[in-house]
T-cell receptor, first 111, second 113 residues
Framework: QKEVEQNSGPLSVPEGAIASLNCTYS??????FFWYRQYSGKSPELIMS????GDKEDGRFTAQLNKASQYVSLLIRDSQPSDSATYLC???????????FGTGTSLTVIP | NAGVMQNPRHLVRRRGQEARLRCSPM?????VYWYRQLPEEGLKFMVY????????ESGMPKERFSAEFPKEGPSILRIQQVVRGDSAAYFC???????????FGSGTRLTVV
């Protein structure tokens, strides 16, 4: 079983719609959860972090965490073509240790 | 704040040569992580270092790969006797312990010909 699993996509949404990206993790003791955005040929860029159950909002982005279900999601409201990228879910077991990354979900926002 | 600096951005090596990848963490960050990314694959952890110490090298191949983070200077990922399968993007990331996520460098794209 992989540490972190994501649907590879591709996920296509029209401009202005809500994009929903999902991630599950295997280690129930995981403490910290992150979403990274990676444009083609570029390095991953941190866009959201979440540490406790519930929702965390930052502009058009909302991260949701459900530790009981071992599930993390990212919602992107009012999707823009510039949001087209691969979104990586990352999970950290313990402070300072390595992050485990999913293989990413490719998102395309269609103008 | 210059961010995480990696060099070179692109590196071409012939089979059997050595590749040296450098990473300077962000100011104030003392933890360095190296990841490898192959096309259409996720980021695979290789090694986690602090100054002068390797904390976790569970993702490093047993042969040909080594890493260091000396007291002075950048972290170095060294690949000896490169093979075509070593061709990948190698990303370095740094963090403050327990605070926020990693910050990644721009990566080194290694091509073995």
């Amino acid at each position: 079983q992989k540490e972190v699993e994501q649907n590879s996509g591709p996920l296509s949404v029209p401009e202005g719609a809500i994009a929903s990206l999902n991630c599950t993790y295997s280690d129930r003791g995981s403490q910290s959860f992150f979403w990274y955005r990676q444009y083609s040929g570029k390095s991953p860029e941190l866009i959201m972090s979440i540490y406790s159950n519930g929702d965390k909002e930052d502009g058009r982005f909302t991260a949701q965490l459900n530790k009981a279900s071992q599930y993390v999601s990212l919602l992107i409201r009012d999707s823009q073509p510039s949001d087209s990228a691969t979104y990586l879910c990352a999970v950290n077991r313990n402070t300072g240790n390595q992050f485990y990354f999913g293989t990413g979900t490719s998102l395309t926002v269609i103008p | 704040n210059a961010g995480v600096m990696q060099n070179p951005r692109h590196l071409v090596r012939r089979r059997g040569q050595e590749a040296r990848l450098r990473c300077s963490p962000m100011k104030g960050h003392s933890h360095v992580y190296w990841y490898r990314q192959l096309p259409e694959e996720g980021l695979k952890f290789m090694v986690y270092l602090q100054k002068e110490n390797i904390i976790d090298e569970s993702g490093m191949p047993k042969e040909r790969f080594s890493a260091e983070f000396p007291k002075e200077g950048p972290s170095i990922l060294r690949i000896q006797q490169v093979v075509r399968g070593d061709s990948a993007a190698y990303f370095c990331a740094s963090s403050r312990l327990g605070v926020d996520g990693y910050t990644f460098g721009s990566g080194t794209r290694l091509t073995v010909v």
